[in-house]
């Protein structure tokens, strides 16, 4: 075996394993056991914000792509201490709590697609709202919506964290390693510390609301208010803790005793308190995680992703399929970049799917799909009807549509910001796979922090995102929104983990997903067309400048598309808007040689393997 790629390794004091702690939970002696993780902590190199040129990564056996390179770490030595690539997605999540805490962690919630050699499976741990939560859960005392961001920055905005339970359900039908093990590595670097990244920095540092968080504020923060410079060692020991924990004893350690009242707590305790109660959180896990992925063909290809509440499949396969049914321009893709005739095409559609989202996608288990079933956005019939709506110049914004003629009843829901998100992508050395999502909202969640009822410094953020939901539960007109809060129910999400596969010979082709809130959507398809039209590679088609359109203005991807695009577009009716678009892509996909994975250079991920 060839190491292709991989950071290489301090030799220190700390390299720690959990057998020996362990060995009355696992129930044998050290020397018994044939596989174990034994972990050390890689160098940690300090990776810029902004834009990084990567090279894609090609490995023979195996890959794992993440979004921070010591997390990316954790993964690749899971799977060299035997592990599969659930074991090395949960290894990853736990180190991406520590530090990616902008994006993800054990606060919130996730969805994972894996592949076992025949089957996708899926695993939907979206957090719910406590069932004391209802549809005046975001108005003030006189029945209006209160702003945006005081509702992301409160205990209202916070759902029951279902990450480690999901985990822990995966993990029991495809993991190989012990579930403790796979704690090992996000454990010893939350005890030892981890060198605070550019990226890491430049968001704390300009970020106002956390430092108001007495436990944040410790954390991430000097006692003059200055985020914790570039290199600083953090260590988080209530992290680690709770961690230690919930490795020995799974759920009950994070959903009953001190964690679980520790998080009531400190939403309840906020100056707009919210109102959950441990015993919403002693009830998630006892449910099953398990629902059916949708899989859907377009070309020679299949294409698996998340049913609702996730809007993200859907709105990626109508997108696609919208096109489908058009003429397809003479180019599609031109000196790095897709054409204008091309972005006119995608942006329509996208405005299309995008009003269909807004109008119908919600929980299922307290939504109806139109005609009864999801796949009635997606029929051909259909998308071929609501392709004859783009025409040469911009339709301006898009009305929802009627699938099978059965007018819908619900309000069209405005469009709500969403943010802070993470994704990983894992080959395993069987050829398994996984893509996972994960997200805590917005960046840096409510920006509350628990520590888990340790008393020791640091812990986990909590979730906003229950701002998922429509915070106006009627429209305009009256209409109930799909999306409205109710008790216990899941947000919308626009996460969007994605297989695909050869739609002939069923065999796996690539592993692919993005964080960016709304825009994910976008990124996601941007990558699938990339690799699977445009005959780009993963890291090329991650590459592409980004664009999208939530069924308004589009916007591009700033100083990435000339001047005579933007007026091609401008010609044509579009409003154009360019701004950063901070795609995190990540991507396998498989090769004659084996595989190729690419990570996004405007974040700080890598791939290993070997």
């Known amino acids: 075996m060839t190491t292709l790629f991989h950071l290489p390794y301090v030799k220190i004091a700390s390299t720690v394993t959990l057998l020996t702690s362990l060995v009355l939970f696992i129930g044998c002696e050290p020397s018994e056991r ?131 339970a999901m985990l822990k359900h995966a993990h029991e039908r495809h993991g190989i390693l012990p579930w403790a093990e796979l704690f090992t590595p996000a454990i010893t670097l939350a005890e030892e510390g981890f060198n605070v990244s550019p990226r890491l920095h430049g968001l704390l540092a300009g970020e106002e609301a956390l430092r108001e968080d007495d436990i944040a504020a410790q954390l991430y923060y000097d006692e003059n208010g200055e985020a914790r410079p570039i290199g600083y060692n953090l260590q988080n020991p209530a992290l680690a803790e709770i961690l230690r924990q919930v490795a020995l004893r799974g759920n009950e350690a994070f959903y009953t005793g001190a964690v679980a009242e520790s998080i009531v707590e400190r939403i309840r305790a906020h100056e707009r308190p919210g109102n959950m109660t441990v015993e919403d959180i002693n009830n998630y896990p006892n449910q099953d995680f398990t629902t059916e992925a949708m899989c859907n063909e377009w070309r020679a290809y299949r294409i698996c992703g998340f049913p609702p509440p996730s809007s993200g499949h859907i709105a990626i396969m109508q997108m696609l399929g919208i096109m489908e049914h058009l003429e397809a321009p003479q180019a599609g893709f031109e000196d790095g970049t897709p054409t204008a005739e091309w972005l006119h095409q995608y942006l329509e559609a996208a405005k299309l799917a995008f009003a269909d989202r807004n109008q119908y996608i919600a929980d299922p288990n307290f939504v109806e799909a139109p005609a009864g079933d999801w796949q009635s956005l997606m029929n051909s019939d259909y998308l071929a009807e609501r392709s004859l709506l783009i025409g040469e110049n911009s339709m301006g914004s898009a009305e929802p549509g009627n699938p099978e003629d059965v007018l819908s009843l619900f309000g069209l829901m405005q469009e709500q910001p969403d943010k802070g998100t993470s994704h990983i992508s894992i080959v395993d050395r069987d050829g398994n796979s996984v893509s996972m999502t994960t997200t805590i909202e917005s960046g840096f969640g409510n920006r509350i922090m628990s520590d888990g009822g340790t008393g020791l410094p640091g812990g986990f953020l909590l979730n906003n995102e229950l701002t998922d939901l429509s915070l106006r539960p009627y429209d305009d007109d009256g209409n109930p929104i799909a999306n409205r809060v109710e008790p216990n129910k899941r947000p919308r999400s626009s996460m969007s983990p994605t297989l695909i596969f050869d739609n002939e010979s069923g065999d796996f082709l690539a592993s692919v997903g993005s964080p960016g809130g709304a825009a994910i959507i976008h990124y996601t398809a941007k990558a699938i067309v990339g690799m699977y039209d445009w005959g780009l590679n993963a890291q090329e088609a991650i590459n592409v400048p980004n664009f999208s359109n939530f069924n308004g203005p589009s916007v591009l991807e700033e100083d990435r598309f000339s001047d005579d695009i933007i007026r091609a577009l401008e010609a044509m009716g579009h409003e154009i808007t360019e701004r950063a678009q901070t795609s995190g892509l990540q991507a396998i996909q498989v090769t004659p040689e084996g595989l190729f994975g690419g990570a996004d250079p405007r974040r700080e991920g890598v791939v290993m393997g070997e």
């Open 34 to 164: 044939e596989t174990g993780v034994t972990y050390t902590i890689p160098e940690q190199p300090e990776m810029a914000t902004g834009y990084t040129e990567k090279p894609g990564w090609a490995t023979s056996e195996f890959a794992v792509a993440a979004a921070n390179p010591l997390a990316t770490d954790a993964g690749y030595q899971i799977i060299k201490a035997g592990g599969s690539a659930v074991d090395a997605a949960i290894a990853v999540q736990m180190v991406l709590t520590l530090v990616e805490p902008q994006s993800s962690g054990i606060g919130g919630g996730a969805f994972l697609l894996a592949w076992d050699g025949a089957d996708v499976h899926a695993y939907n741990g979206r957090e719910t709202a406590p069932a004391a939560a209802d549809e005046n859960h975001f108005l003030d005392e006189d029945g209006n919506p209160i702003p945006f961001r005081d509702a992301v920055r409160s205990g209202l905005s916070a759902g029951v964290p279902g990450t480690i």
